[in-house]
């Protein structure tokens, strides 16, 4: 294991939370895609389930997406300024099947503050071991998803097995063409 795994699940949420927006049509469109998310990933807390609510997490998205795209001073800056804009206040908690863990936010505190603040934590973690470079965004030329690499060996290309078969057998049908033509 490369994190804890509190935050290994953060990391894997954000980028599912970021790849909503990239798909088409918006897997993030309605307040019953918000709670299917949300208990994808079992966040806890408070909820209103309303359009604001929807729309602030819809805001959040390009945010988090700038984490696959800076460097690490620059993802220092906009991981400080996430905790901050939040009011994060680290705690231990332990609830549900999870043993201690840290919470930066209040359970009443707004969704899209926990949401930031659990992927920013996250980040920190990234940050401090140096781990920018396992933040990646799809190998596919025909997908621009973003992944976590958590493989030992830093070796993960593409966000899912669809991408890698996908151009794995396009690499092998040039090559078969290209070796017919010969």
């Known amino acids: 294991m490369i994190f804890a795994h509190d935050t290994e699940v953060a990391l894997l949420a954000a980028a599912d939370l970021v790849n909503t927006a990239r798909q088409d049509p918006d897997e993030l469109s309605t307040v019953a895609d918000l709670d299917a998310f949300i208990a994808k990933w079992g966040y806890t807390g408070s909820r209103k389930r309303d359009r604001a609510e929807l729309d602030s997490v819809r805001a959040l998205r390009p945010v ?40 930066a936010t209040r359970s009443d505190a707004p969704l899209v503050d926990r949401l930031a603040v659990e992927a920013a934590m996250a980040f920190v973690d990234v ?56």
């Open 64 to 103: 988090l997406a700038r984490m696959w795209e800076l460097d690490e001073d620059a993802a220092v800056k906009l991981v400080n300024g996430v905790l901050a804009e939040s009011r994060a206040l680290p705690y231990l908690v332990k609830h549900d099947e999870w043993d201690y863990h840290l919470h």
């Open 127 to 182: 940050l401090r071991m140096k781990e920018l470079g396992r933040l990646r965004v799809c190998a596919a030329d025909d997908c621009q998803d973003v992944h976590v690499d958590l493989s030992k060996n830093r070796s993960r290309r593409f966000c899912s097995t669809s991408c890698s078969n996908r151009t794995n057998v396009s690499a092998y049908r040039a090559r078969k063409a290209a070796a017919s033509a010969q």
